[in-house]
């Protein structure tokens, strides 16, 4: 392992500098992190944090939106950097990660690494063009690094890294705990992206760490513990600082925006209060789990607070599956919490996976995986979500999932699907009943008859007959509501009239229900007519891919165990 030159940095009006580059990996295939300008905010944090606590200047690319096109080497010659860190929170951008690496080592710099999967297999990251990997959360521990690479590289003084010695043996300092004050943690600033190619559709913004739940499929858990974050104050101050400098559009990525239902309450309540005092509205994204929605206290303070749309990871609408998972969860209560959230007006965004393979050891196949895919699109178009996202499961290193398939032999080895593969869309174990290419089929078809071409003509019909389609939800809610008003007036005062003035309130409700009812119809029309060019756009990226070849030769000899020993 290298340490830091005689002399590192330079020299500008006097002041000695050094540069750190942090690197985010791009995506290979075609998916929600190659279309959504949004970078994670972890290597943000690490940026930050590394500004104010050693001076360094400080950089991110974010090879998803980068005009660079890839090329490191004259990225480098235009603008050197001492270190360069990488972002290894996402399996599938691994091996674009390694290749990256290497040429930054060809080109003599000290790289360093930290994410989740780089946090699992550090092993695999030090002998493939990473000098130091962080563990856990890196805000604290990368700057120390940095302060002993300038030292020398003394690295077994530093907590919470792992490096080679010079034996080329496994050193693992002491692990952090999870950061349980964040009043010295900065801000992200996004002014470090650089040379972006297209502006951030929505700006990440994040409240809470950590989950307190434990599903099988999931490692935030294992990683980051349980949930822990900014203060209400500090989440505000940062809020109200990129309100300020014009930004309207925000993603909260915390993994349960509902952990802490108290502070959420008051952190809404805040944020409607900043959205007065600007006069303006903001546009909120939010994760969380079904069962928020048996909170109405909470789901008003979200909805005044600016959230139109909520993600929640609904994962199956089977029993089974949600069992196997550890969810914590049921179909029927998932459905009576989605009815909530239309209720209350937000736009549902939710996320599946399909096939999940069975905790059990000898796994039931009454069920055909193709009334399986049936239920799950039944589901889906009952519940009226709006949008979704249809995933295999991922034996992401790190998760109880990959140590149970693992054990089983059930994953197959990365000589035939390498990590580029872990992004949700392939399929990389043994399903129940070795039925690979039914488990595929399967999650494409819910896919391809939600985002069919049919929204095509449905976005056309809207755009030419809206006024239209608007008076008759209109007039439809205006029939619904007086039945509704008629019947409440005859059990309350036995009267099965309404005066003028309910008369005039009743036009008015219906007319707000119309309105919001075309507007949904045809936001949904438009995403939905999105999603269909993207499938199209995936299917011909991934024609020609390893997965394809393998999955055309499991049509016709159906995988077995000799396959991945």
């Known amino acids: 392992m290298r340490v830091a030159a005689d002399e590192p940095g330079r020299q500008e009006d006097g002041i000695f500098l050094n540069r750190l580059r942090i690197i985010i990996p791009q995506q290979p295939f075609p998916n929600v992190f190659t279309r959504v300008m949004m970078p994670p905010l972890g290597p943000l944090y690490v940026a930050s944090a590394v500004r104010k606590a050693v001076g360094w200047e400080v950089e991110v690319i974010d090879e998803n939106n980068w005009i660079g096109r890839g090329d490191h080497w004259a990225l480098q010659a235009r603008r050197p950097a001492d270190v360069v860190g990488f972002y290894g929170g996402m399996t599938s951008a691994v091996p674009r990660l390694y290749r990256i690496a290497r040429q930054y080592r060809e080109m003599g710099v000290f790289t360093i690494a930290g994410g989740g999967h780089v946090d699992c297999l550090q092993e695999e990251a030090l002998t493939s063009g990473i000098d130091v990997v962080v563990n856990g959360e890196g805000e604290l521990s990368t700057p120390d690094l940095l302060s002993a690479w300038e030292r020398g590289g003394n690295f077994g003084e530093v907590n919470g890294i792992s490096f ?26 996004f002014s470090m992206v650089v040379e972006r190619r297209r502006p951030m559709h929505f700006l990440p913004i994040a409240h809470m760490r950590g989950c307190p739940y434990h599903c099988e499929f999931c490692s935030v858990n294992r990683l980051l513990g349980d949930t822990h974050g900014h203060s ?36 809404c309540d805040r944020i409607q209060e900043l959205a007065v005092r600007n006069r303006t509205h903001l546009k909120l994204i939010v994760q969380l789990r079904a069962d928020a929605a048996r909170d109405e206290e909470l789901m008003r303070a979200m909805r005044d607070a600016g959230v139109e749309m909520v993600a929640i990871g609904l994962e199956s609408p089977l029993p089974e599956d949600l069992r196997s998972m550890k969810k914590g969860q049921s179909v029927d209560g998932m459905k009576r919490d989605l009815a909530t959230f239309r209720r209350f007006g937000f736009y549902i965004h939710g996320m599946f996976i399909f096939g999940y393979p069975s905790a059990d050891a000898a796994p039931s196949s009454s069920v055909p995986l193709w009334l399986q895919a049936r239920a799950f699109l039944d589901f889906i178009r009952k519940t009226g979500i709006d949008t979704i996202q249809v995933l295999k499961a991922v034996p992401v290193p790190g998760t109880k999932l990959f140590e149970r398939l693992r054990a089983q032999n059930r994953i197959l080895p990365l000589k035939l699907l390498g990590w580029e593969y872990y992004d949700g869309n392939f399929l990389t174990f043994l399903p129940d009943n070795g039925a690979f290419a039914q488990v595929h089929d399967g999650a494409v078809w819910i896919m391809r008859k939600f985002y069919s071409a049919a929204n095509l003509l449905a976005l056309t019909l809207l755009a030419i007959f809206g006024p239209a389609v608007m008076a008759a939800g209109m007039v439809r809610n205006w029939f619904s509501l007086l039945r509704q008003r008629l019947a409440e007036n005859g059990r309350r005062t036995r009267r099965r009239r309404l005066a003028p003035r309910e008369l005039w309130q009743l036009m008015r409700e219906s007319a707000s229900c119309g309105y919001r009812d075309f507007a949904r119809s045809y936001r949904n029309a438009v995403l ?15 024609r020609h891919s390893r997965f394809m070849a393998l999955l055309r030769r499991f049509r016709t000899q159906p995988p077995d165990a000799s396959e991945i020993r």
């Open 164 to 189: 080679l010695d010079s034996d080329g043996k496994l050193v693992i300092t002491p692990r952090r705990p999870p950061i349980a004050d964040f009043s010295n943690i900065p801000q992200p600033d």
């Open 528 to 542: 939905r007519s999105g999603g269909y060019f993207i499938i199209c756009k995936w299917s011909l990226q991934t």
């Open 232 to 267: 209400v104050r500090e989440t505000m101050e940062h809020l109200e600082d990129l309100v300020g400098q014009g930004y309207r559009s925000f993603f909260f990525v915390d993994d349960n925006f509902a952990s802490d239902r108290e502070r959420t309450v008051e952190l």
